[in-house]
């Protein structure tokens, strides 16, 4: 898709797909200018879909979108027939999509058996475990208090 390609569908298609993203309709027909930044998320998520590519790349894109966009984002993605990529740390888009997860760390990718609630629970588990270990070796000191020498 190129700058000089045009989208060949009809107003009211356009509008059933900017509704289907959560756009209300009132604001189907404001200039793009006038949108506020979770209206204009929607605006280009719904261009996306019409453009219909076999993969979508998502990088934090619940930035600018309140509660009921991030809710309309999470059911556009699940019903997208292509291949979505989301790079995101917001736990309610992860969990309202039907996703498998992936977690890059320490320069790996790690594909995580079962959803977000396992793998937090995971993490929680390994994280008291550490603050366990800590506790056990006795090494609870700030160290702030170490350099006033």
């Not at 107003?11 to 509704?19: D, E, F, I, P, S």
């Not at 998520?45 to 590519?53: D, R, V």
Request: charged letters at 30%.
């Amino acid at each position: 898709f190129s700058a000089d390609d045009e989208l060949k569908i009809t107003t009211q298609q356009a509008r059933k797909h900017l509704g289907s993203v959560g756009l209300e309709s009132h604001a189907h027909t404001i200039p793009n200018r006038d949108l506020s930044g979770g209206q204009k998320s929607r605006v280009a998520l719904a261009e996306l879909i019409i453009m219909a590519p076999d993969i979508i790349i998502l990088d934090e894109p619940t930035n600018n979108l309140d509660l009921e966009s991030i809710d309309a984002l999470g059911e556009a993605i699940n019903e997208y027939e292509g291949g979505v990529v989301i790079v995101s740390h917001d736990s309610r888009l992860i969990c309202e999509t039907e996703c498998q997860l992936w977690v890059v760390e320490e320069q790996t990718i790690n594909e995580i058996d079962g959803d977000f609630y396992d793998y937090r629970e995971e993490i929680l588990k390994e994280l008291g475990e550490e603050i366990n270990a800590l506790g056990a070796t006795g090494d609870n000191r700030d160290d702030s208090d170490s350099n006033s020498d």
